[in-house]
């Protein structure tokens, strides 16, 4: 168990030394990037920003940039912002990781639960009405581009409909943090929660009702309805236990890349100041120290929620504790 | 002492059958919603006590009456009519709450083919067997933990207070087929349904689970249906036979009559096409299966092989061939065992001359067929075709050198590609090695198609279009594209009927008469292998074990495990119906190895001309 996880958290620096290098040689390699100009402003002249070169260290060997960025990053902990000059890029993340955090973790709740009562719903009424309507919604669901679907609920929500009982308690855009006031905080994620769900519920109730429908043909499933079984319990004991399977390896992929970064979308259309938010903006400017550590933190997430995963199939399927 | 009255059928008379089949007819539901019938008009009946059997080829309907029994058809694709009485319900008037109320896992129990696959891969077997036993009545968690180890003591599973609490991954073929027999018999069924329950267990697992069947049926005294393709496992169990094809019963009545006095021809004609282990004897060279007319079920003659093996120089020469695989775990990836999957095989073939590898799943045989071609790079040794040494070639030059050894293999279907025409698949390889243009092509296969008794026009036809048998031998044929002078068949006739097997297993001996092609033949059926072989090589965990001439192989082996091969195999006489073989219940043996496990040097003796065995201790 602990030469396990031994293992897995070296697997973690590798990954992450990769994915940092490779940031920051393709960040070089990119055009007017030069860093020294950047930070020179607008119509510099060409000796101010040799000046600025030599004060941040921008001449010297490419290696010995990388490991003055990465001391500063995780050691000093100092490293500021090539584009907004003093901007601290560690404090700036953390303050952005609770609002990510907030959003996908409660939509990670919903679309689990929901997506899973959809696919068994799915399955178990399949070629009926409750699966066709289930399955068009979803499909509904999977199409509608998740930006679309957050202006709409904005639309009804904070414009339309929302001086009548229906709306009303839902506060202006925007993240207050759980700290400051949880009833808030609660209500101002509800509609961000919902809309970014939306979607993963189509995906994962049409991924689960295919797989519970693939394994009903399996040899054990009849052996479960030989023996004289009721049909809830061959559904739910023995069908579904084996389809969450790949449901759950899904998860952890998807739970990774939205905590780090990928729910920009949904971030913007709610004004919430998160980590996709952070990175878009950097990546604009082409400010490589924020670059560099939002990329991390997000691969550092997409690792660990990996990690999870594995963990819980391991408890799911005993198969794979063999290895 | 087992009471043998409820075991003939004699007693059996008079009783009211536990199962009782009237006039039953199944439809399914084909493409272009049209309903095509695939059983019809069946009747037969199951007397309390009693086995009976249900026997045919593939798509003989046997399956479907067993599934139909439970009631575990899918009824949105299948419509049954005419009656199924069971313990006194009428199957075909129950919905899905009274078939689990009455029938399934209560009056009737079953256990099928794929014990690898039948069993639930995320559940411990305790778990599963107490579930049979805690759905049907009210048991407290402890009382059915104390019931489940009763029952996987009950089907000989050693240790079985431990093993309760392991996955099924953890057990062998034949260890999971008695957990699958544990579980149905938690409820104690009046009947127990086999489907083709040994199919898929080697030989001597197969003689341990028929011999526990029998056991458990006179212990618990109930009746069996017994479902297979294998007259020799027919003969072993049944009281009572129903010979089945294309869904209709063509004879059915007590066993022993069937077998000594068959009256339809095609009871006739299955019967003379099963292979028999010690038919052989006295015969020098390989001999064809008799030809056996289908409309009279009368066996023609058969024609022994009129080609000799031309002894002068080998055309295969394997010397201390060892491949060994890498088991990885642990913390990154290291290497923790070993798997001595073929260890220090040795062996030699000549030209025209067919030289057998037998024994069981696991013990290397197809290993060693695919070290040979080099298909796996892990091989140490020597591999001498004719003069070169295959395994000091380039990839190009190997690659040129694949066009001398074909292989046939075991599932046709799976080894063509679908999209590809059965003229493409053939010519492609010729083409590929540069032996002459696509019009060349093009006429050799025709001709091909044409010795290996399909025709030319067939080219146009994509796999899927042909029969089982037919594919076997468009595999045939391609490996013929490229002159081979040795041909690998690993189970190339495993999965085939009867009848097809007979042929496909003719057609090779022609193919050997007419254009001297050497064969490695692998192979775990005993009884074809002794009609086709010169020599017989055994193979246990890697190993070589005994090697020789067929006759002496079979009729006087020396090695322990030789005998215990040939003593399990299946023989189609009714005589042997109270045979116990009374082996000791065998755990999975696997040649995996600690990593610094140094294989034992091992000796030979010759005890009679050509004939090795390995000396033992």
Redesign the interface.
């Known amino acids: 168990m602990l030469a396990a996880i031994l293992s897995r958290l070296l697997r973690m620096v590798v990954v992450m030394f990769g994915i940092s290098v490779i940031t920051f040689l393709i960040f070089f390699a990119t055009p007017s990037s030069d860093p020294a100009a950047r930070i020179a402003g607008k119509n510099a002249a060409q000796e101010t920003i040799e000046a600025v070169r030599k004060d941040f260290g921008l001449d010297r060997p490419l290696y010995v940039q990388y490991g003055l960025m990465m001391k500063r990053l995780f050691i000093t902990r100092d490293l500021t912002s090539f584009a907004n000059r003093g901007q601290q890029i560690v404090p700036a993340v953390a303050a952005a990781a609770p609002a990510t955090l907030s959003l996908v973790s409660g939509a990670a709740v919903l679309w689990m639960l929901g997506g899973i009562l959809t696919g068994i719903t799915a399955a178990a009424w399949r070629g009926r009405w409750p699966d066709k309507l289930l399955m068009g919604i979803s499909m509904m669901a999977v199409a509608m581009p998740v930006f679309w679907v957050g202006e709409m609920v904005n639309l009804i929500t904070q414009n339309r409909l929302h001086d009548t009982w229906a709306f009303s308690w839902v506060p202006a855009l925007g993240y207050t943090p759980f700290s400051q006031d949880p009833g808030l905080w609660f209500r101002s994620m509800v509609f961000p929660w919902l809309t970014l769900a939306f979607l993963y519920i189509g995906l994962y109730g049409r991924m689960l009702r295919t797989g519970i429908i693939e394994t009903y043909q399996e040899d054990f499933i009849r052996t479960a309805r030989a023996k004289g079984l009721t049909g809830r319990k061959v559904l739910l004991k023995h069908a579904t236990r084996s389809a969450i399977i790949p449901i759950v390896i899904m998860f952890g992929m998807d739970f990774g890349v939205l905590v780090g970064g990928a729910a920009v979308l949904t971030e913007v259309v709610f004004g919430i100041n998160g980590v996709g938010r952070l990175t878009y903006q950097a990546l604009k400017v082409l400010d490589l120290p924020m670059i560099m550590a939002t990329v991390l933190y997000a691969s550092f997430f997409v690792v660990v929620a990996n990690a999870v995963v594995d963990l819980l199939c391991l408890l799911i399927d005993p198969r794979m504790r063999r290895a | 002492m087992t009471d043998l009255a409820t075991l003939t059928p004699a007693a059996a008379v008079g009783t009211r059958p536990i199962l009782s089949i009237r006039d039953l007819s199944v439809s399914f539901l084909g493409a272009r919603n049209s309903w095509t019938r695939v059983i019809e008009g069946l009747s037969f009946d199951v007397a309390p006590g009693e086995t009976v059997a249900l026997v045919g080829e593939s798509g003989s309907g046997k399956s479907v009456t067993s599934l139909s029994v439970?009631g575990?058809l899918d009824p949105?694709t299948s419509r049954l009519e005419g009656s199924i009485l069971l313990d006194g319900h009428d199957v075909l008037k129950l919905d899905?709450a009274g078939?689990?109320r009455h029938?399934?896992?209560?009056a009737a129990?079953?256990i099928?083919q794929?014990p690898m696959?039948?069993?639930?891969?995320?559940y411990?077997v305790g778990d599963q067997i107490m579930?049979?036993l805690t759905?049907?009545r009210d048991m407290p968690k402890a009382e059915a933990r104390r019931q489940a180890i009763a029952l996987l003591e009950r089907v000989r599973i050693p240790n079985a207070a431990k093993r309760i609490d392991d996955?099924p991954?953890a057990f062998s073929g034949g260890m999971r087929q008695r957990v699958?027999i544990a579980?149905?018999l938690?409820?104690r069924p009046k009947l127990l349904i086999a489907d083709e329950p040994t199919t898929a267990l080697d030989v001597t697992v197969q003689g341990e689970i028929l011999d526990l069947l029998k056991d458990l049926q006179a212990e618990f005294g109930m009746a069996m249906l017994f479902i297979t393709h294998d007259m020799g496992v027919v003969a072993e169990m049944a009281d009572r036979t129903v010979v089945m094809l294309r869904g209709r019963s063509v004879e059915q009545g007590p066993t022993a009559a069937i077998f000594a006095d068959p009256q339809q021809p095609y009871t006739r004609a299955l019967l003379a096409s099963v292979p028999v282990l010690g038919s052989m004897k006295g015969e020098p060279a390989p001999l064809r299966f008799p030809v056996v007319d289908m409309k009279t079920g009368v066996a023609g003659e058969a024609l022994p092989l009129r080609s000799k093996p031309d002894l002068t120089a080998p055309i295969l020469d394997v010397r201390d061939l060892v491949t060994r695989f890498d088991v990885?775990?642990?913390?990154?990836n290291r290497r923790v065992a070993r798997v001595h999957a073929v260890e220090n095989v040795s062996f030699r073939i000549f030209p025209g001359e067919t030289l057998s590898l037998v024994g069981e799943s696991g013990c290397g045989k197809s290993t060693t067929g695919r070290s040979i071609i080099r298909l796996n790079d892990r091989s140490t040794g020597s591999v001498r075709l004719g003069d070169d040494d295959l395994f000091g070639l380039g990839a190009e030059a190997m690659r040129r050198k694949r066009r001398e050894i074909q292989m046939i293999p075991q599932d046709p279907l799976a080894s063509m590609n679908p999209r590809m025409t059965v003229g493409d698949a053939l010519v492609e390889p010729f083409l590929e090695h540069g032996m002459g243009t696509a019009a060349e092509g093009r006429a050799k296969a025709a001709r091909l198609m044409d010795q290996v008794g399909l025709t030319a026009a067939m080219l146009e036809r994509y796999p899927h279009e042909f029969s089982g048998g037919q594919r076997q031998r468009v595999c045939i044929a391609r490996a013929l594209m490229l002159d081979p002078r040795l041909i690998i068949a690993d189970e190339s006739v495993s999965a085939l009927d009867v009848s097809v097997k007979a042929q496909v297993v003719n057609l090779l001996l022609d193919i050997q008469d007419r254009m001297g092609i050497a064969f490695l033949f692998i192979s775990h059926d005993i009884a074809v292998v002794e009609r086709i072989s010169h020599r017989i090589a055994v193979m246990y965990m890697g190993e070589i074990v005994e090697i020789g001439p067929r006759a002496e192989i079979l009729e006087r082996p020396r090695h322990a495990y030789t005998r215990q091969l040939i003593g399990a195999v299946t023989v189609p006489d009714p005589a042997r119906r109270h045979l116990r073989r009374n082996l000791a219940v065998t755990e999975l043996r696997t040649p995996i190895r600690p990593l610094d496990y140094a294989p034992p040097v091992r000796r030979y003796e010759e005890v009679a001309p050509g004939h090795l065995v390995m000396i033992e201790g």
């Open positions: 439970l575990l949105a899905e078939m689990i029938i399934r896992g209560q129990a079953m099928f794929e696959t039948s069993l639930h891969p995320i411990r579930e049979a759905s049907h996955y991954h699958m579980m149905a938690a409820s990885r775990g642990g913390m990154l």
